[in-house]
Each structure stands twice: as C-alpha cells, then as structure tokens.
C-alpha cells in the first residue's frame, strides 16, 4: 500500500513559478515509477509528467517541455514538480501518481494522491 501527498499549489501570475510535493509512504513506494497528473475544469485528466523508478529517464508532454522539471529523492520519499513560465493554461488540480514506466509510456498505477490546486491568473 502506498499514499501519496501532494502540497506546493497556490496562485501565481502569468510567468511566475511553483514547486509541487509529493510525499509518499509505504514500505515500496520508491519501486513504483511516479507521474504528476493534471485536471483543469471541465476537462479529463491528463499525463504531465513521469520519471523512472531509478530517476534516470523523465518523460513530459509537449505543452510543458523546457518549463517543468520532474525529479525524486528516494531518501526523503518525495517526488517533485518543478514549474516555471506558468501559463494561465496550466491552471488544474495536479495529482501524484505510483505507476510503471513501461519504454517511454507511463502507465498509472491505483495509488493517486488528492490533489493540490493550481491557479495561473493575474
């Protein structure tokens, strides 16, 4: 069993920056694969962002490449979404995710945080 713990959303301007958390706990937490996941309203859910169990391989959608950084630190338990150049199209609530990371596909596991909401409007 795993938990997942997102924290780091707020409201920014146009061009401003935010780091997103996940903390994780549960005793095979950092063999999963993690992803951070977003839903804007009125929209499905859609992939951001994955890294590689080893922390090795991060894989992004095109819309964020060059703006977001994912990263891990397996010793801290933690998973984070670095974001700059926020764009008011990258207002969601973002989700964490324990998954598999299967050639460049990431395939979301059953384990999902409950969000942290963030606003991109000046």
């Known amino acids: 069993q795993v938990q997942l713990v997102e924290s780091g959303g707020g409201l920014v301007q146009p061009g401003g920056s935010l780091r997103l958390s996940c903390a994780a706990s549960?005793?095979?937490?950092?063999?999963?694969?993690r992803g951070w996941f977003r839903q804007a309203p009125g929209k499905e859910r859609e992939f951001v962002a994955a890294?590689?169990?080893?922390?090795?391989?991060?894989y992004y959608i095109d819309s964020v490449k060059g703006r977001f950084t994912i990263s891990r630190d397996d010793a801290q338990n933690m998973v984070y979404l670095q974001m700059i150049n926020l764009e008011p199209e990258d207002t969601a609530v973002y989700y964490c995710?324990?998954?598999?990371?299967?050639?460049?596909?990431?395939?979301?596991?059953?384990?999902w945080g409950k969000g942290t909401l963030v606003t991109v409007s000046s």
């Open positions: 995710n324990a998954g598999t990371l299967y050639s460049t596909t990431y395939y979301p596991g059953d384990y």
């Open positions: 890294v590689s169990w080893s922390g090795s391989s991060t």
């Open positions: 549960g005793r095979t937490a950092n063999n999963y694969a």
